[in-house]
């Protein structure tokens, strides 16, 4: 019954590899979004898609590629991990790309690169 | 540019205080604002949206204000408990523009003995 689901929970990998985040939603909404929460806690957005759309790309390396293969579903492919990724990764979808209505979060994604 | 600021950043009552968490926004065109508690190592939840042409929004022990004009926001909480314990973030979506984001806050942390 979970509304945005995050797999997986934890993610403990090297340096240097590719590593994979996957998101799902299941409210219907068009919009889906993914946030970075870094080691002060702080919360910044890093994209959105609308409708599978790319909308959203907040100056984020190249080594980040999200994908969206329906609107229900977002995953965020990282190459290259770097120590510097290490943060909790956050899914969040809304009913529209104008956030009128607020916005519902994932458990988030604890990625650890050693 | 919009920034977020939330006062105190930690806070520590004694069980059953009336308490009173702070945020201030540095733009006051917003679409609306929503506060979120996070618990340690978990994901955000929900607590109160409050559109742009709403004064305020109640929800149990919880009510959130917004004076848009001045740019704050408060969030007021009755009678706490310990299990109110956790992170509070503000976070506003910005208005203009066809897409929107939120911008979150600097948090405050919550901690409430029994």
């Known amino acids: 019954d979970t509304a945005v689901s995050q797999t997986p929970k934890y993610l403990v990998t090297q340096m240097g590899n590719d590593k994979s985040i996957k998101c799902e939603q299941n409210l219907g909404h068009d919009t889906m979004y993914w946030y970075k929460q870094d080691s002060k806690k702080f919360l910044k957005i890093m994209f959105s898609?609308?409708?599978?759309?790319?909308?959203i790309n907040e100056t984020v390396p190249n080594r980040f590629s999200p994908k969206s293969p329906d609107k229900a579903h977002l995953n965020l492919h990282i190459n290259s991990l770097e120590l510097g990724d290490s943060a909790v990764y956050f899914c969040a979808s809304s009913p529209n790309h104008r956030g009128h209505y607020g916005y519902t979060f994932g458990s988030g994604t604890r990625l650890t690169v050693v | 540019k919009q920034e977020v600021t939330q006062i105190p950043a930690a806070l520590s009552v004694p069980e059953g205080e009336n308490l009173v968490l702070n945020c201030s926004f540095t733009d006051s065109a917003i679409y609306n604002l929503q506060w979120f508690r996070q618990d340690p190592g978990k994901g955000l939840t929900s607590l109160l949206l409050?559109?742009?042409?709403?004064r305020e929004q109640t929800s149990g022990r919880l009510n959130a204000s917004l004076d848009k004009s001045s740019g704050r926001s408060t969030l007021y909480i009755a009678a706490s408990q310990p299990g109110d314990s956790a992170t509070y973030l503000c976070?506003?979506?910005?208005?203009?523009?066809?897409?929107?984001?939120?911008?979150f806050g600097t948090g405050t942390l919550l901690a409430v003995q029994p």
């Open positions: 409050i559109q742009s042409s709403q």
């Open positions: 976070a506003i979506t910005p208005g203009g523009g066809a897409t929107n984001k939120l911008i």
């Open positions: 898609y609308n409708n599978k759309e790319l909308i």
